[in-house]
């Protein structure tokens, strides 16, 4: 069972940066390949970023292409996901998810397993 703990959110201007971590539990943390997703109020989750296991493949939503950067660090059992120049409609709910193979994946449901989310809110 992979545990996983999102952290980093806050309020941030927009134009500004946040970087976002999620620390994993277990010892087989690079088999798993590892996802940002996003909600806001009353609008689905959505996908923005994906690392491989191995961290040298990555794919990102287009609306963050060129601002947003996803990295792990296999030592620190750590996905990171850096935030530079937010927008308003970046705001939402970021969770951090770990999927079911070492690959990289667009879709939520080849996610098994989830943090409770952190909370970022750009101003404008």
């Known amino acids: 069972q992979v545990q996983l703990v999102e952290s980093g959110g806050g309020l941030v201007p927009a134009g500004g940066s946040l970087r976002l971590s999620c620390a994993a539990s277990?010892?087989?943390?690079?088999?798993?390949?590892m996802g940002w997703f996003r909600q806001d109020l009353g609008k689905e989750r959505e996908f923005v970023a994906t690392i491989s296991g191995s961290g040298l493949s990555t794919h990102y939503v287009d609306s963050v292409k060129g601002r947003f950067t996803i990295s792990r660090d296999n030592a620190k059992n750590t996905v990171y996901l850096q935030m530079n120049s937010p927008k308003p409609e970046d705001t939402a709910v970021y969770y951090c998810?770990?999927?079911?193979?070492?690959?990289?994946?667009?879709?939520?449901?080849?996610?098994?397993?989830w943090g409770q989310g952190t909370q970022v809110t750009v101003s404008s």
């Open positions: 998810a770990a999927a079911d193979g070492s690959s990289f994946y667009i879709n939520p449901t080849s996610y098994i397993h």
């Open positions: 277990g010892r087989t943390f690079r088999n798993y390949g």
